[in-house]
């Protein structure tokens, strides 16, 4: 066989199987990390999953705390 055919064909099978991992394991990726920077609608910090940020969300306000307390990033909602 030629050399350039076969350099050819090993390319569109990597590109192939990359493509259907991708479209396989994507969902499973996406919903994992959707789930753990879930927002908590209440006034209090509360832990949201494995990750080490609390996220408070109230009717004016969107706030963002790290693991000691300190917030760290808040977005007004009535802007």
């Known amino acids: 066989m030629d050399k350039e055919r076969r350099n050819f064909l090993k390319i569109i099978l990597i590109g192939g199987g990359t493509l259907l991992a991708g ?6 990726f996406s919903a994992r990390l959707d789930d753990s920077f879930t927002p908590i609608k209440n006034d209090s910090l509360a832990k949201t ?3 080490s940020f609390k996220v408070v969300e109230n009717e004016k306000m969107l706030s963002i705390y ?3 307390g300190e917030e760290i990033f808040q977005i007004d909602k009535e802007a």
Not at 23 to 28: M, R, S
């Open 23 to 28: 479209k396989v394991l994507g969902p499973l």
């Open 49 to 51: 999953g494995s990750s």
């Open 66 to 68: 790290d693991h000691a």
